[in-house]
């Protein structure tokens, strides 16, 4: 059963403690996307609605990381890797399960100018002869059209990587500005189900820029720490909800006060 919208009252950001404090990759990109529901979540402990998982995709990232984990023991690349012409193959890293583990720990930073552990899971890396690694993202659709990176949604794909990749160097990695995304498209033209979907894949290399994110971790570090709660970003429908919502009940709430003051002095109050 559900329990309905929660506010969280732990693991809020204490602006009073000296401890380093931990944000996920998301939790960037929330700030890059809206200040305010970053400081809404991390300072007021009002975090946005969440979304079950799409559990296909978890099944095919997890498909992927076993494929790739056959040639990682081997040391060898994998067909896909050899297709498309990419000189590595998957690395062998006994720091390869912490990275991936997304939930609690991943690529952990800790960013001295401002005291924030930054952290992220990867799916996968890559390593080139000359010791360069490649950040590997899993991604999974089902579109008749050829995938690309090149839409609006996947501009927080190019993102996501381009953290990982900041992240990594941040750790003292020698990182290739070359991310790949392993892209795998889910056949929905096929004549008949038969129990089984069939996927098209796809390697797509993506140059990452990671000049953006240094200045924004000290535009969130400062958010963070500040008492002024950012303004909505206009573009975004669900504050305007909010605030419309949110007044009309006030409204409310105020009439009915009314109405009961002036029922108990005696007056109509109207
Ligand atoms: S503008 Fe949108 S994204 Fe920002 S705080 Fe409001 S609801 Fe959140």
Excluded at 15 to 37: A, G, Q, T, V
Aim: proline share 6%; glycine share 8%; hydrophobic share 35%.
């Amino acid at each position: 059963m559900p329990k309905g919208y929660q506010k969280r009252t732990r693991g809020l950001f204490d602006p009073n403690s000296e401890e380093p404090y931990r944000l996920s990759r998301s939790k960037i990109d929330l700030f890059h996307e809206c200040p305010r529901c970053f400081y809404l979540d991390q300072r007021l402990g009002i975090p946005r609605t969440s979304f079950p998982a799409f559990s296909l995709n978890n099944a095919v990232d997890e498909l992927l990381k076993r494929e790739f984990d056959i040639h990682r023991a081997k040391g060898s690349a994998h067909p896909l890797m050899k297709a498309y012409k990419i000189d590595a193959v998957p690395l062998k890293d006994s720091r390869m399960e912490e990275w991936r583990d997304a939930l609690r720990r991943g690529v952990q930073y800790h960013h001295k100018p401002t005291n924030l552990i930054l952290r992220g899971g990867l799916d996968d890396v890559w390593v080139t002869p000359e010791g360069a690694l490649h950040v590997v993202d899993y991604k999974a659709t089902s579109k008749k059209d050829e995938v690309t990176i090149d839409g609006y949604w996947q501009q927080g794909y190019k993102r996501q990587v381009e953290i990982y990749q900041w992240l990594l160097r941040g750790i003292g990695e020698k990182v290739s500005d070359i991310a790949y995304f392993v892209y795998v498209n889910g056949n929905s033209e096929a004549p008949s189900f038969d129990g089984k979907l069939e996927f098209d894949v796809k390697v797509i290399p993506h140059k990452g820029d990671t000049s953006w994110i240094e200045p924004l971790v000290l535009k969130m570090n400062d958010c963070l720490r500040g008492e002024e709660v950012p303004a909505a970003n206009p573009t975004c429908e669900y504050c305007g909800y909010r605030e419309a919502a949110g007044k009309e009940l006030q409204a409310r709430v105020a009439k009915k006060r009314v109405v009961k003051k002036a029922a108990g002095s005696g007056t109509l109050g109207i």
